[in-house]
């Protein structure tokens, strides 16, 4: 049995289809296409940094840092703050000192809140 939700979106993906068919085939050929590659020497080389902003309007942030060798789980952190930065700069210096280790590198995207990490990580080495 198909919900109503269903029906509609069948409906409006046959329209689409029929009105852009070259843009809709486009997109299916293209839409599994292979990255690269990603290769890491070893464990603790590469730490991946980045957060989770779809609660932000809420109040709550969500970061993470995973090693991108062993897809180990450095840290996961959800919680509320107003001052990021700081917050994820801490829980980067709290999973070094507790592991003992730190990465050679840390890979983030561009925001504003990485730069204490890597003013931290510039520091350490």
Known sequence: ML????ICR???QGRVRATDAEQVEFRRLTRLCKRGRYEV???NRVWSIDGHDKLS???????GCIDAYSWYIIWCYCGH???T???VNKQFLE???KMGVFPKTIHSDMGWEVVLV???????R
Not at 3 to 6: A, V
Not at 118 to 124: A, I, R, V, Y
């Open 41 to 43: 020497k070893g464990p």
């Open 95 to 97: 999973a070094v000192e």
């Open 81 to 83: 703050s107003n001052r």
């Open 118 to 124: 890597c003013n931290s990580q510039l520091k350490l």
């Open 85 to 87: 930065a700081v917050s």
């Open 10 to 12: 069948r409906e409006l």
């Open 3 to 6: 919900l109503d939700t269903d």
């Open 57 to 63: 309007p809420f109040g709550f942030e969500i970061y």
